[in-house]
């Protein structure tokens, strides 16, 4: 059974780091195209990055030079890296595979942005 | 950045009515376009991907037409348990991008 756990969510000051983990089961990480979107409270979906088969990767202008999409082909798990936080990077992170739309999502982990 | 527009915004309706939701991009995207299913605390579901391919397990009275620019999902017969917001999503080109969403309230 294919599923997808979020972890590594919480309350972060302003400029602080966090690191959200996606830990997959019933398939292969590193054979898919992995993404990560959020949604802000109350708001629609946003799309934030991906990482390719090939390992090549692509970010939302948003999030690019202060967030990090990586993957741990040993562990089958999907990163991101968040530095330089930002107010407006309060969301709910999803991680999501990618086999022609979004197949499998996982439940999402709230990253909450305040001081 | 290609732009997706979804209309209505929010749309209430009778159970067994027929429901149209419309998703146009700012520009051609061929079929690489997904339809969406979200309940509120939930993560979206997948109901159609590549304009009008079904996903497995979905109810047939969802479908999915359109290319190029102009999008449609429909919901025939609906019932009580699709009451949601359903996105429109396209893969065509980086940066991948959502519809804003359209809400649907059951009457």
């Known amino acids: 059974e294919v599923q997808l756990v979020e972890s590594g969510g919480g309350l972060i000051q302003p400029g602080g780091s966090l690191r959200l983990s996606c830990a997959a089961s019933?398939?292969?990480?590193?054979?898919?195209?992995m993404n990560w979107v959020r949604q802000s409270p109350g708001k629609g979906l946003e799309w934030v990055s991906v990482i390719y088969s090939g390992g090549s990767t692509s970010y939302a202008d948003s999030v690019k030079g202060r967030f990090t999409i990586s993957r741990d082909n040993s562990m089958n798990t999907l990163y991101l890296q968040m530095n330089s936080l930002r107010a407006e990077d309060t969301a709910v992170y999803y991680c999501a595979r990618d086999l022609g739309g979004y197949d499998y999502w996982g439940q999402g982990t709230l990253v909450t942005v305040s001081s | 950045e290609i732009v997706l527009t979804q209309s209505p915004d929010f749309q209430s309706v009778t159970p067994k009515e027929k429901v149209t939701i419309t998703c146009r991009a700012s520009q051609s995207i061929g079929s690489s376009l997904h339809w969406y299913q979200q309940k509120p605390d939930q993560s979206p579901k997948l109901l159609i991907k590549y304009a009008s391919q079904s996903f497995s397990g979905v109810p047939s009275r969802f479908s999915g037409s359109g290319s190029g620019t102009d999008f449609t999902l429909t919901i025939n017969s609906l019932e009580a348990e699709d009451a949601a917001t359903y996105y429109c999503?396209?893969?065509?080109?980086?940066?991948?991008?959502f519809g804003q969403g359209t809400k649907l309230e059951i009457k």
């Open positions: 999503h396209q893969t065509s080109s980086l940066p991948y991008t």
């Open positions: 019933g398939f292969t990480v590193s054979s898919n195209y």
